[in-house]
């Protein structure tokens, strides 16, 4: 029978070994995830433009081009796209892409959408 002394000194000589192996965990999960992932409603982005821009992005398209990047369509933020292309796009549809009319969106809309997407691109 193992006195109460050395069970406890022995429970004492892992704790390192457990905090070791929490943090490195930690670490790797930490590592694992993905450190940016636009975000709907970006509280960060410095202006009012790329906000609405990014909320409107989240409604009207990300469902088919996820972040900006490729899903059902393909990725619009890895190539150097301008915005009037963006827009041209927007507003005439292609394939599979619905055409966004004025009455679905505004041009001042689809430009903040498309000034949204190039800040992605430069920024994301
Ligand atoms: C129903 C799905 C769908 C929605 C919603 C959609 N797209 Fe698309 N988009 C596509 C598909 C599919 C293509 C590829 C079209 C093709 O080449 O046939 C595309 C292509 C594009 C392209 C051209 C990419 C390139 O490589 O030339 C741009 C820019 C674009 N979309 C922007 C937008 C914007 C901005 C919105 C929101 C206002 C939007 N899309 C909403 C499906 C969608």
Not at 43 to 59: K, Y
Not at 108 to 115: D, G, R
């Amino acid at each position: 029978m193992e006195s109460k002394q050395a069970v406890r000194q022995r429970t004492i000589a892992a704790i390192p070994a457990v905090v070791t192996l929490l943090c490195l965990c930690w670490v790797l999960d930490g590592c694992s995830t993905p450190s940016r992932v636009p975000a709907a409603t970006e509280v960060s982005l410095p202006t009012e433009a790329l906000r609405e821009g990014s909320i409107l992005f989240a409604g009207k398209c990300s469902g088919c081009h996820p972040g900006g990047r490729s899903g059902l369509g393909p990725s619009i933020i890895n190539k150097p796209l301008p915005s009037a292309l963006i827009r041209f796009q927007t507003r005439a549809g292609l394939g599979v892409m619905p055409a966004f009319k004025n009455h679905a969106l505004t041009d001042e809309q689809v430009k903040n959408i498309a000034t949204y997407l190039v800040y992605l691109r430069k920024e994301g």
